[in-house]
């Protein structure tokens, strides 16, 4: 059951008199009940911006985002990157737990809902500064939740945490997705999480959607040489233990240009570029999406 649809989602910023940033262009995507979807890529590429746009936190350029609720506000909720500066210093962790449920007239008190996030009732009487920040991210977890919301945007929530608990903060995010049917859509630049934790993975690049489809299939078997590129730069577990003639080399990325603003945006960085990456990108596949010229040529891999 599809909770969100966007279609033709753009933002362009301004940054001075005739200079125009644009942030996100003619993006689209569901975001379905019950399942996770990843949205990664390096930082500037547009995800948060995403996020923010679903949350009416920004007011989009173009597009739609589509959810059937009478109320956008209560159904849509976030969990931001910093557990300490999306919590309210100067009021106790009760308070910021009941203002929501009495915003929102829904049943149930703060101490039931620090519960749920696995924290002791008896922290409702606490302030932010006295908890870690694993402990506040649980807080801004269980007051996204207050409201009964059907979709939940977790803006790389665990970034911020040490490595020792961020396990701990995905497994409880994917628990209450499970508990709560909820749509979550994952903002991370970590595909090893994202592969573990997502149904369905969007890479970003510039703005752009360049590759989408089940994880395993974004992760295992890139398409787009961006994506390529981010999962060969990501951390390798196991590469110690392979023999050195099995080891994989890392892909070189061409000199960067440049900015360019049409055909394939990542061709000035793509070591695999032809002349017909300057023309307009169409994308190939079906399940697994790829927006790239050398997928022309190639079958549509399908999960």
């Not at 390096?42 to 173009?62: D, F």
């Not at 309210?88 to 910021?96: D, L, R, S, V, W």
Request: aromatic fraction near 4%.
């Amino acid at each position: 059951m599809t909770s969100m649809t966007v279609s033709h989602l753009s933002k362009t910023f301004k940054l001075a008199r005739k200079e125009w940033l644009k942030a996100v262009d003619d993006v689209s995507f569901e975001l379905t009940s019950g399942a996770t979807t990843a949205l990664v890529g390096e930082s500037g590429s547009g995800k948060s911006t995403i996020a923010r746009m679903l949350a009416r936190l920004v007011r989009p350029t173009s597009g739609e985002i589509l959810l059937e609720t009478s109320d956008y506000r209560k159904d849509v909720q976030m969990v931001f990157q910093d557990p300490f500066g999306s919590l309210n210093p100067a009021h106790t962790i009760g308070y910021c737990l009941r203002r929501p449920l009495e915003i929102h007239k829904q049943p149930g008190t703060a101490e039931e809902l620090l519960e749920r996030v696995n924290l002791p009732a008896a922290y409702a009487r606490r302030y932010p500064h006295e908890l870690s920040g694993g402990q506040r991210q649980r807080v801004a977890i269980a007051r996204a939740l207050a409201p009964r919301p059907k979709v939940l945007l977790a803006d790389e929530p665990v970034s911020m945490l040490d490595v020792s608990i961020r396990l701990e903060i995905l497994n409880l995010i994917d628990r209450l997705k499970r508990e709560e049917d909820l749509a979550v859509l994952y903002v991370t630049h970590d595909l090893a999480t994202a592969r573990h934790f997502a149904r369905d993975i969007m890479v970003m690049y510039r703005g752009q959607i360049v590759e989408r489809g089940p994880a395993d299939d974004v992760i295992l078997a890139p398409g787009h040489p961006y994506t390529q590129l981010l999962a060969e730069a990501a951390p390798d577990p196991w590469a110690a233990h392979e023999a050195p003639g099995r080891r994989r080399e890392p892909r070189r990325e061409r000199g960067t240009g440049p900015p360019v603003t049409d055909g394939c945006l990542f061709r000035t960085r793509c070591p695999h570029a032809v002349d017909a990456c300057a023309d307009e990108i169409a994308v190939h596949g079906e399940e697994h999406l790829v927006r790239c010229v050398l997928r022309e040529s190639e079958p549509a891999r399908r999960s």
